[in-house]
């Protein structure tokens, strides 16, 4: 048998806390990942390194701002509440491919930020989905950055360079925030 790494899996949500009686439990998940959750799928609870559950989808459901998830390995509350805070973690290689103006938010994470002169402007370190546009935010020299993931913004995501180009103008800076 393969050994299989944590690095070729991805986190696809967290474990907020146990749903019900049956070991259903409800997960905050990220949104680019919610279309790919679908009975069947096989996932890993994580909570430390060694320490994780190979389990299957068997049910999906919303519940609020959440998903709630059954799981072929949780029979009970117990075992649900026992897994509460844990990753939950997707193989690289169930992931659906992307084309070239699509991506997953973990793809995006920690790239290098420059502008269309080179100049850097910093690394991702987090996105926030908004209702128009995600929006990036970068620390760098000048501090956070917010980036609107736009055409007129972001010129180049280059994932496999883990390299983002933007336009300057376009671009908020933390200090400009704080003078308006």
Known sequence: MP???DADFVKLATVGR???LRGQIAVKIDATMEEIVVPGLAVRLAKSPGHHLDARITGVSASGRRLVLTLDALGDRNAAEAWAA???LV???QLPATGDDQYFDFELLNAEVVDTEGIAIGTVREIVATGAN??????GPRGEVLIPVTRHAVVEINRAAHRIVVEARALVYQDEKERS
Do not use: F, K, Q
């Open 3 to 5: 050994v299989v790494r």
């Open 18 to 20: 146990a749903h019900g």
């Open 86 to 88: 844990a990753a939950i």
């Open 91 to 93: 193989a690289r290689d």
């Open 134 to 139: 995600d929006i990036l935010i970068a620390c």
